[in-house]
């Protein structure tokens, strides 16, 4: 009895505020056919934002797991002064809101910023990339990176130095100790922030609402058809695909992430 009176508390918020929502979410597309279901895969603009979504996030992930890596091992396996005071700063942007982290990508590369005035100077034009392609993908960075460098840095501090000193002393080179050394022990975070990475890229919204004014991402898309056209069923549909390859992402890395740190312990 007791046990089912802690669990009733969680069970009713989990019907109300998650199953029902999903529900209805799911059920919507229904009210203008069954075709609305595959929308994002019919309509040309659907799918490009789509695809265009999923190629931005994929860079952004890539990138930042290569820098968030190298920063990782460094910060975790060096001591000096000043260290903990820099992976500070350098996490700092986690206490940032999309908003902001676009307004200042819109400080720096927007038509009024540094880059704006000096183009303007030097070639007579003003170049700007804040609301592009290339500013969602500095925001985007810019937000990931931090996440990703405290993960690694918590790794790399708990590598043991005895392995890389065994693999040096028998022979092993720099490429060897990184796929045989470095590799193992980093797999699982490089698996797991991956996903997270990429789940937190394909639905950032308040950084696409600021810049994404020349590169359509499906946020965005969905914002626009549910707010400007109070067309709810697409919303709907075009949320659920969102959502399913996100979680699907988040599924396989769980999946495939669990026996390579059980190997790597």
Same mark, same amino acid.
């Given at each position: 009895?007791?046990?089912?009176?802690?669990?009733?508390?969680?069970? &009713?918020?989990?019907?109300?505020?998650?199953?029902?929502?999903?529900?209805?979410?799911?059920?919507?597309?229904?009210?203008?056919?069954?075709?609305?279901?595959?929308?994002?895969?019919?309509?040309?603009?659907?799918?490009? !934002?789509?695809?265009?979504?999923? *190629?931005?996030?994929?860079?952004?992930?890539?990138?930042?797991?290569?820098?968030?890596?190298?920063?990782? *091992?460094?910060?975790?396996?060096?001591?000096?002064?000043?260290?903990? *005071?820099?992976? !500070? &700063?350098?996490?700092?942007?986690?206490? $940032?809101?999309?908003?902001?982290?676009?307004?200042?990508?819109?400080?720096?590369?927007?038509?009024?910023?540094?880059?704006? !005035?000096?183009?303007?100077?030097?070639?007579?034009?003003?170049?700007?990339?804040?609301?592009?392609?290339?500013?969602?993908?500095?925001?985007?960075?810019? $937000?990931?990176?931090?996440?990703?460098? %405290?993960? $690694?840095?918590?790794?790399?501090?708990?590598?043991?130095?005895? *392995?890389?000193?065994?693999?040096?002393?028998?022979?092993?080179?720099?490429?060897?100790?990184?796929?045989?050394?470095?590799?193992?022990?980093?797999?699982?975070?490089?698996?797991?922030?991956?996903?997270? #990475?990429?789940?937190?890229?394909?639905?950032? $919204?308040?950084? %696409?609402?600021?810049?994404?004014?020349?590169?359509?991402?499906?946020?965005?898309?969905?914002?626009?058809?549910?707010?400007?056209?109070?067309?709810?069923? #697409?919303?709907? @549909?075009? @949320?659920?695909?969102?959502?399913?390859?996100?979680?699907?992402?988040?599924?396989?890395?769980?999946?495939?992430? %669990?026996?390579?740190?059980?190997?790597?312990?």
């Amino acid at each position: 009895m007791i046990a089912a009176a802690c669990l009733a508390p969680a069970l &009713v918020f989990f019907v109300a505020f998650w199953l029902l929502p999903m529900a209805g979410l799911a059920a919507l597309p229904a009210s203008t056919g069954a075709a609305t279901y595959f929308v994002v895969l019919t309509e040309p603009r659907y799918l490009a !934002s789509l695809v265009q979504t999923t *190629l931005l996030s994929i860079a952004v992930t890539a990138v930042s797991l290569a820098l968030a890596a190298a920063v990782g *091992l460094y910060l975790g396996r060096r001591r000096f002064a000043g260290r903990r *005071l820099l992976l !500070s &700063v350098l996490t700092l942007p986690l206490s $940032f809101p999309g908003v902001i982290v676009g307004f200042f990508v819109i400080l720096f590369g927007g038509r009024q910023g540094p880059i704006a !005035s000096l183009s303007d100077a030097l070639f007579g034009t003003r170049i700007t990339f804040a609301y592009g392609v290339s500013g969602l993908f500095l925001a985007y960075l810019y $937000f990931s990176l931090p996440r990703a460098i %405290a993960s $690694f840095t918590a790794v790399a501090e708990r590598m043991a130095p005895d *392995l890389e000193e065994a693999a040096r002393s028998l022979g092993a080179g720099r490429l060897r100790i990184v796929l045989d050394v470095w590799w193992p022990a980093l797999a699982p975070t490089a698996m797991a922030s991956g996903a997270i #990475l990429f789940a937190t890229s394909m639905g950032a $919204f308040g950084t %696409a609402f600021t810049l994404a004014s020349r590169y359509e991402v499906l946020p965005i898309t969905i914002y626009n058809e549910f707010t400007n056209y109070a067309n709810f069923a #697409l919303a709907a @549909s075009l @949320s659920i695909a969102l959502g399913a390859m996100t979680w699907g992402v988040l599924f396989l890395a769980r999946r495939f992430g %669990a026996p390579t740190a059980g190997a790597a312990a």
